[in-house]
Nanobody
Framework: QLQLVESGGGLVQPGGSLSLSCAAS????????IGWFRQAPGKEREAVSC????????NYADSVKGRFTMSRDNAKNTVYLQMNSLQPEDPAVYYC???????????????????WGQGTQVTVSS
């Protein structure tokens, strides 16, 4: 069964950058669509971005568009989220998730994703 492990979270100053990784084991990622989600304290989990199995389609939430970039390296069985210009509203636990259809729709929904990692904490503070 597919297992996902996120890494790369930490503390960064406003305007800073972090790069998150999502490493897979138990299966190859090349036929899964992957999404990044985040959940701040007291808030619902929300979609951040997704990428299709081939990497040809990517979509982003409006709140991160132009600042975050998602990529994947299927040879390494890993997906990445490069986060630049981090802002005070970005702190959350960030999760990666995989869905079996290999898609990345414009409307990213949590319910479409079958496998989830445990999350990595991102903190933005001066």
């Amino acid at each position: 069964q597919l297992q996902l492990v996120e890494s790369g979270g930490g503390l960064v100053q406003p305007g800073g950058s972090l790069s998150l990784s999502c490493a897979a084991s138990g299966d190859t990622l090349d036929h899964y669509g992957i999404g990044w989600f985040r959940q701040a304290p007291g808030k619902e989990r929300e979609a951040v971005s997704c990428i299709s199995s081939s990497g040809g389609s990517r979509n982003y939430a409006d709140s991160v568009k132009g600042r975050f970039t998602m990529s994947r390296d299927n040879a390494k069985n890993t997906v990445y989220l490069q986060m630049n210009s981090l802002q005070p509203e970005d702190p959350a636990v960030y999760y990666c998730a995989a869905e079996r259809l290999g898609s990345c729709p414009r409307a990213i929904t949590l319910q479409a994703y079958d496998y989830w990692g445990q999350g990595t904490q991102v903190t933005v503070s001066s």
